[in-house]
């Protein structure tokens, strides 16, 4: 580790943070109705749309309403897209003449995008059209990451007063979110990328003759817009199949940063709106602080991880000083691979600009384990901030109970329903994640897709279900996933993970918010303040995490010890 | 506090109750009474299972040794957590018997005519039914709960509160109510009857102390919810590792499964979670309070906002008095007289303190002259005094003697005087003697010493204190700034007291308060803590969800401080619990996956001896510390008024930060003791 690299790693992450601040106050602003400076010119398009749709958005629902609204949208979004992935062949933009892809691979891939997973069986370029990548894909990583905003505002209304009947218009929301917020930022980002390079056009391919006089073929594409909101929506689909890796899609250090503060931007800033919805700021201030402390204690661990090398090759005679490069782009160097796989993971991105089978066991370890925490430090745009409350709720409740009250968070007494929605939620994460990556371990058909044996195959193996329950979509690679039981597995692996816990926290904000707000006194609990972090982030590891270490000691952690020992498989 | 419950307190274990919970702790196995204590359950069933494999092993010649070790300290696991919440109980209980000795059968005179009460039938007391009038005369048992409907008589009520000293029972009035069990001393009273057989007070007092009626608790409900999803999500990890076990080449035992289980699901709050909610009611009842439910309890510790009467809980009981004023142109010496002979027929504690006064400080004891008439305070004149030799003495209020002079405004100097005195929060009384005005009386409320600090402690605990009083709004203003209270209602009707705790209560707080007079039940029923005075109505005791059996409104500032204690003490043991998972998985892991790969010996931080010895100390610890901690779950864990911060930092390093540790220690030396004794 060096101190540039540090020193580059601290700089993003500050400018995200000063970024993220005003952000998260227009946000709230925004999508509580009130102007912000882009109203002159799209108000008149948002009235359109409620005119269009007979939405009147001042009308609030319940709980059950916003819950329905959310989820019928979605499952519609759901069946458009699997139709045109089928149907890719006979639509428009498609120049390659490139086949429709088949039932399970696009049930996987429109379950993928609708979830905000962004897991990718099929190959990028080789398998989409520009057609379906553009409205396919890319329209609907704005659908996801806005449903997921929408269900962190409905929930944090929930706590700003008491005795709350409606958490808002979904509608009103959804319309809002994409309109004032990741249109507006996904065009100044895709513009800027293409400065920095990145391709959007419509033709599929470039033909370039090399230095050696062969002939080469250059997949092209409507690549930056994509790339823009794959990042800002943490949707992390890349255009092509090597991802955020592939020299069009991250050509330099410069679009490199830009994307990892795009990825960091939402979802930091949404703990700003939350203060400002809850009316009392230190609240937002303290998920910043534990969201702080995770993403630089597993940076630390990566980077110190990979910056030390593979002592295997080290002993070899390969000089340490350079670290572990495979598997890493030259042009990026290690301290940003680290950053920028850190954010994609700690995120629910999933967009990769290294592959992560060729971490260090303990480097990907991190990631995978951020993942299993349940995408909560930040997470995914929206579904972070709504599972990190979650979590926020189970530490006060168990601790609350030590200053002598039935607990409460933020003045809502936390009672049976409350925990029993909060533990339906947090108990898909293991049942899922654990369940079927045990199931498919033992599963012939499925082990077959495995690319390496011993721990680093249980690794990959555990990383695909992590990844497709936490809608994180990054891969270990290594792993074949487009098979039949993969394709399916995985599938319902990112329906659990998203609609199973988002389902049970809409039940949650309807039960907060019907509650009286209590008033603040010095009898109550805080949550704010060091105290409150330390606590948050010891429950998030303690009943968010330790549950994993068993699966994770036969992975990645033998992985380690037998590599310090000597050991390859 | 009576005597007789501090003994009962003295000693926290003693021989009798300990070998009647370990057996009780036996019968507690049954499944069916198990189930509803899901961690424990999960436990005993898989006890079960070690069991079985175990014996079939033993059976068969293969080897048993390690399973069956597994399989005794699962079951000790269970059997101390039976054992925690039998000697909760066991405590309740011999309070419980006590009280069933004075529930014997006693016989009734009942009266077929409550106005004639030399006509009476003598049936048993379980056959009466309410409505029905009794005569209970000097040494009879009351039969059962009831009203006073004629006569007086000192009641001797130590069965029920432990206090030895008589109490008066009369018809009319706050007073009027009687127990059960109870025995009249002197005199004789006629009461209607007002409990049905089986649900008096002693009935009800007996089933709370037993813990018969005891129902989970709303907060004790939502822990269980979260301790069986934490069971659950374990369950899952536990299940999924066989795959993950097979896929690694290596098979893993259930005896081995089985400790990893047991270990990670939180049985230390799971086994302890019923004893700590039955000591709490526990430490109630040997604070000589009952309450109905545990629920109440719960409530306590939650109240944000205290009712207290000013008269009794703020203040002294009665006013003094503290100084004698004149009116212009008297001497103080013969206003000194003249407030003595006027207050010479007045028995009341105020008219004594004056008495008393008029001695200290003015040297003025007269006798009562002979042939005075004393003139008893009336309703009507709101005045009284003493007709003597043709000269008369008044003293009362200030308007009702001003009335009596017939005078319509009194000089400029004296009404200052009568000002003064009510902006500093007394009472002014004015004296008047033949038709003259003498001048006036403060009789000043006297705020109980220490009730200031114990405000200025509450008020850091987050709770705001409202003190109820009759007086008007300046003398109530100045009593509520001199003790230190956050608010007060002034000229309080119980209307007032019911739409204030209303009002309160709809701002999303708790409110607590106590009382003793029927008028006070709509607003004892209404607080989410109503404490009613044993001394009080039947209305009261009924409407109130506690009852004080030493009738001290005071107490409710230590209910509170019981009621949070059991919170703390159910938080600080579940943290404890949870926290204790992190060391476990440093045992056991590298133990059972030391076969598949051999390097995870890296992660055995404790060097733990053996494979065997590092589970079989994990969940030896896992047992050992349910019963460690019982005394901890009884006692309470102590509770300091310091505000929620410090409060919540000094729990979070004891019992979050030692729950981290503590099993880090305790599981290498149990694992160093199995070494030496070369059991593993």
Known sequence: MTFSGWAEILLVLLLIVLAAWPVGLYIARVTKGERGFLHPLLSPIERGFYALAGVDPQHGMSWQGYATALVLLNALHFLMLYAMLRLQFYLPFNPDALAGMSPRLAFNTAMSFVTNTNWQAYGGETTLSPGSQMWGLTSHMFVSAATGIAAALALSRAFAQGGLKTLGNFWADLTRIVLYLLLPIAVVAGIALVALGVPQTLATHADATTLEGAKQTISLGPVAFMEAIKELGTNGGGYFNANSAHPFEGPNAWATMLEAFLVFLIPIALTFTFGKIVGDRRQGYALLAVIGVFVIAAIAIAYHAEAAGNPLLTALGVDPAQGNMEGKELRFGIPLSALFNVITTATSCGAVNAMLDSYMPLGGMTSMFLIQLGEIVPGGVGSGLYGLLVFALIAVFVAGLMVGRTPEYLGKKIQAREVKLAMLAVLILPLSILGLAALSLVVPSALASLGNAGPHGLSEMLYAFTSATGNNGSAFAGLSADTPWLDTTLGIAMLLGRYAFLIPVMALAGSLAEKVKVPPSSGTFPTHGLLFVGLLCGVIIIMGGLQFMPALSLGPLAEHFAMLAGKTF | ?680
């Open chain 2, 1 to 680: 506090m009576a005597t007789h419950t501090k003994t009962a307190s003295s000693a926290l274990f003693d021989g009798s109750l300990l070998s009647r919970a370990a057996r009780d702790a036996f019968r507690k196995l049954d499944p069916t009474q198990l189930i509803r204590n899901p961690v424990i359950f999960v436990t005993e069933v898989i006890s079960v299972l070690v069991t079985i494999l175990g014996l079939r092993n033993l059976a068969s010649g293969a080897p048993a040794g390690f399973a069956l070790a597994i399989a005794v300290f699962l079951w000790l696991t269970v059997l101390f957590a039976t054992f925690a919440e039998a000697i909760a109980e066991g405590r309740g209980r011999a309070r419980a018997e006590s009280l069933k000795r004075t529930r014997t059968e006693t016989m009734a005179k009942l009266l077929p005519n409550p106005a004639d009460r030399a006509i009476f039938q003598p049936v048993a007391a379980s056959a009466l039914a309410v409505g029905d009038h009794v005569l209970v005369e000097a040494g009879d048992l009351i039969p059962s709960d009831g009203d006073v409907v004629v006569g007086m008589a000192s009641v001797n009520e130590s069965a029920i509160t432990g206090e030895s000293a008589p109490v008066i029972r009369e018809s009319g009035g706050d007073r009027s109510a009687v127990t059960g069990g109870t025995q009249v001393v002197s005199d004789w009273l006629v009461v209607r009857i007002t409990a049905a057989p089986g649900s008096t007070f002693l009935d009800r007092m007996i089933r709370l102390v037993e813990g018969a009626e005891r129902r989970k608790t709303p907060n004790e409900i939502a822990l269980d919810i979260l301790l069986a999803g934490l069971t659950l999500i374990f369950l899952i990890a536990v299940v999924t590792l066989v795959g993950f076990a097979r896929y690694s080449g290596t098979v893993l035992g259930v005896p081995v499964l089985a400790a990893l289980l047991v270990c990670l699901i939180p049985t230390t709050i799971g086994g302890l979670l019923s004893a700590i909610g039955i000591a709490g009611m526990d430490r109630l009842v040997r604070f000589n309070v009952l309450a109905a439910s545990g629920r109440a309890v719960e409530a306590a510790g939650d109240v944000d906002t205290l009712l207290l009467d000013k008269t009794g809980t703020i203040t002294l009981g009665n006013r003094m008095a503290s100084a004698f004023i004149p009116a212009p142109g008297v001497t103080e010496r013969d206003l000194a007289n003249a407030i003595a002979l006027a207050t010479l027929g007045d028995e009341t504690p105020e008219g004594r303190s004056i008495l008393a006064f008029a001695r200290d400080r003015h040297g003025m004891a007269p006798e009562r002259p002979e042939g005075a008439a004393v003139v008893p305070f009336s309703a009507q004149t709101r005045l009284s005094g003493l007709d003597h030799d043709g000269h008369s003495f008044r003293k009362g209020a200030v308007d009702s003697v001003l009335a009596w002079l017939k005078i319509r405004s009194a000089p400029a100097e004296f009404s200052a005087a009568i000002e003064r005195i009510a902006r500093a929060g007394s009472t002014p009384l004015a004296v008047a003697a033949d038709g003259r005005l003498m001048g006036a009386i403060e009789l000043k409320d006297i705020v109980k010493p220490g009730i200031r600090e114990r405000f200025a402690e509450l008020r850091r605990m987050g709770i705001k204190t409202v003190m109820v009083t009759g007086d008007n709004r300046i003398t109530a203003a100045a009593i509520a700034t001199e003790a230190g209270v956050d608010d007060f209602i002034a000229e309080a009707t119980p209307e007032d007291k019911l739409t204030y705790i209303r009002k309160v209560q709809s701002d999303g707080r708790l409110v607590a308060m106590a009382g003793d007079g029927t008028n006070d039940a709509p607003a004892l029923a209404q607080a989410d803590v109503g404490v009613a005075m044993q001394t009080g109505t039947q209305a009261a005791r009924e409407a109130g969800n506690m009852v004080d059996l030493d009738s001290d409104p005071t107490k409710l500032i230590e209910i509170v401080e019981i009621g949070k204690q059991l919170l703390i003490t159910r938080g600080a043991l579940t943290t404890f619990s949870i926290a204790n998972d992190i060391s476990k998985y440093f045992a056991i892991l590298p133990a059972i996956f030391v076969a598949a790969y051999p390097e995870l010996g890296a992660l055995n931080v404790m060097h733990l001896a053996t494979p065997q010895s590092a589970i079989l100390s994990a969940v030896i610890f896992n047992a050992l510390i349910i019963v460690a901690l019982v005394p901890l779950a009884l006692r309470g864990v102590g509770f300091r008024p310091i505000g929620a911060s410090a409060l919540l930092r000094r729990n979070l390093l004891i019992y979050g930060l030692g729950g981290i540790i503590a099993p880090f220690i305790g599981i290498k030396l149990i694992d160093m003791l199995l070494a030496l004794s070369g059991l593993s």
